[in-house]
């Protein structure tokens, strides 16, 4: 059974940059899902769609977050990069695979697997 297990620093100073890792087990990255997607969910917000990377490489991002964003993919995890981040940019992060309907979805429905989430904080 592939599992989705997010790490990294629960705390990040603003203005750095917030850097997490999803580690996939139980199964081939390749074969599991075609997008490797970051979700996260502010205090009393809705999901909002970070970003995804594809099997082939091309990567996906937020316009809004774009500018911000790095996401890169390794043999059995991948990871995201959040640059100059502020307090607004605390929230729960998940990540999740899915087939093409995961694209820019903020729905778990249309994802077939999802990580429990990290919490990140962004606070000196």
């Known amino acids: 059974q592939v599992q989705l297990q997010e790490s990294g620093p629960g705390l990040v100073k603003p203005s750095q940059t917030l850097s997490l890792t999803c580690t996939v087990s139980g199964g081939s990255i390749r074969l599991s899902s075609s997008y490797w997607t970051w979700v996260r969910q502010a205090p009393g917000k809705a999901l909002e769609w970070v970003g995804a990377i594809a099997n082939s490489g091309y990567v996906y991002y937020s316009p809004s977050l774009r500018s911000r964003t790095t996401i890169t993919r390794d043999t059995a995890q991948f990871t995201l990069q959040l640059s100059s981040v502020t307090p607004e940019d605390s929230a729960v992060y998940y990540c999740?695979?899915?087939?093409?309907?995961?694209?820019?979805?903020?729905?778990?429905?249309?994802?077939?697997?999802w990580g429990q989430g990290t919490q990140v904080t962004v606070s000196s």
């Open positions: 999740a695979g899915g087939a093409s309907r995961s694209l820019y979805s903020t729905s778990r429905n249309d994802y077939d697997l």
